[in-house]
């Protein structure tokens, strides 16, 4: 069942030069919107010609201040924004950058959860523990910012079978589902297998050596 859209409208658009800490520099169209059913300023940010291809390249990525800004290891967070940024302006397409931060908890609450996880939780457990969502991201607002972009129908780059899922119901159509690497490292280790095993995420975990 297929859920009908609330109207959004682009509100502004800004060309900003990318520059990531390992040199890799891109120009991307950073767009704002008016009229997102959160509420929320979620940005779209166009990489490459997302218009030469029916189906652009599209990556839903939840804010994470942790692993974006500071390089937190203990999630895969900061190396799939980097990687996704350069494969999506390789072929044209978007990045999707919700203001969902820890799944949706919010930033204090994520610490929080990490303490938790401290003690022998995993990251689904740590949120139960909590009272709160393991889970509690909606993607509404990015089914209505792809469609205000004029994005019907993606390719999306994602290992969360959910965000495929919710897209779908509110009418994007997905065409190919393309997995991110996997950025494995001795402190991500129990997190990412907890997405395996909790949420069935497509990450291939191979034993770490050394």
Do not use: W
């Not at 390249?57 to 201040?65: A, G, N, P």
């Not at 965000?163 to 159509?173: M, N, P, Y």
Request: include cysteine.
């Amino acid at each position: 069942m297929t859920h009908q859209l609330p109207t959004a409208t682009v509100r502004s658009r800004v060309r900003v030069p990318l520059a990531f800490a390992d040199g890799y520099r891109v120009e991307a169209d950073v767009h704002t919107f008016h009229g997102l059913a959160d509420g929320a300023e979620h940005l779209a940010l166009a990489l490459g010609d997302p218009t030469a291809t029916a189906t652009p390249l599209v990556r839903l990525h939840s804010e994470c201040l942790t692993g974006d800004v500071f390089g937190s290891a203990r999630c895969d967070c900061g190396p799939q924004l980097r990687e996704s940024v350069q494969r999506i302006a390789e072929t044209g397409g978007y990045l999707l950058y919700l203001r969902q931060e820890g799944r949706g908890i919010g930033l204090y609450n994520k610490l929080d959860a990490y303490a938790l996880q401290d003690s022998g939780l995993d990251t689904y457990q740590a949120n139960a523990a909590l009272g709160l969502p393991e889970d509690g991201r909606d993607y509404t607002a990015a089914a209505q910012m792809l469609t205000t972009l004029g994005a019907p129908a993606v390719r999306l780059l994602s290992n969360n079978p959910d965000k495929a899922t919710q897209l779908t119901t509110h009418g994007i159509t997905i065409t190919e589902r393309v997995p991110t690497g996997v950025h494995l490292s001795p402190s991500n280790l129990r997190y990412l297998r907890a997405k395996v095993e909790h949420t069935q995420h497509t990450l291939a975990l191979a034993p770490l050596v050394g």
